[in-house]
Each structure stands twice: as C-alpha cells, then as structure tokens.
C-alpha cells in the first residue's frame, strides 16, 4: 500500500520560509511524477508545484512561480518543497500526490498524503 507523509509545516510570518518534505513508502519510487497541491479553506483543491521521475522537469502554478522550488530525492524516497517569500495568500492545508504523469488535475493523482498546515500571518 502506498502511503505519502507531509511534514514541515507551521506558522511563519509573511517574507518567511519553510521547507515541506513528503516521504513517501510502498511503491517503487522515481518511476511517476510527484505534485504538490494545497487546499484553503473554502476554496477547491489547486496545482502548486510538479516534478516529473527524474528530477529533471519541474512545473509551477503561476502564483508560486520564483518563490517556490520542488525537488526530489529518488534514494530517499522523498519530495520537497521549498517555499520562499511566503505571503498570506499561500495559508493552506499542503498535499503531496503521486501520479503516472505531471498534471496539474488533482483527479489524475493516485495516491495522496494526509496533509499539513501552512500559515503565514501578516
């Protein structure tokens, strides 16, 4: 069974940074694309970030692109997100997906973690 654990999330005040990372177990890992979503609430599920198998390919929603940097440590079965210049716009609950293929459609995402808290105060 796969499983995806988020960690790394918390309060930080706006022009902070954290750093989300994602383990992930029960799957041969570097072979699918990763994505980050993040949910607020009342508002519906959105694409932050993708990376494909190898690292090599990334993809930002436009709102997080040049403040936000995804990677992926396929020895450690693990994927990150860096997130810099944070303002309070990006207070969400954080997801970590997998999928076949880099998407932005979080239908199209197999297996997901349970998420965690980022709050970014004014």
């Known amino acids: 069974q796969v499983q995806l654990v988020e960690s790394g999330g918390g309060l930080v005040q706006a022009g902070g940074s954290l750093r989300l990372s994602c383990a992930v177990s029960?799957?041969?890992?570097?072979?699918?694309?990763m994505g980050w979503f993040r949910q607020a609430p009342g508002k519906e599920r959105e694409f932050v970030a993708g990376?494909?198998?190898?690292?090599?390919?990334?993809y930002y929603a436009d709102s997080v692109k040049g403040r936000f940097t995804i990677s992926r440590d396929n020895a450690k079965n693990m994927v990150y997100l860096q997130m810099n210049s944070l303002k309070p716009e990006d207070t969400a609950v954080y997801y970590c997906?997998?999928?076949?293929?880099?998407?932005?459609?979080?239908?199209?995402?197999?297996?997901w973690g349970q998420g965690t808290q980022v709050t970014v105060s004014s």
């Open positions: 029960g799957r041969t890992f570097g072979r699918g694309a």
């Open positions: 997906a997998d999928a076949d293929r880099l998407l932005v459609d979080p239908t199209a995402y197999n297996y």
């Open positions: 990376i494909i198998s190898s690292g090599g390919y990334t």
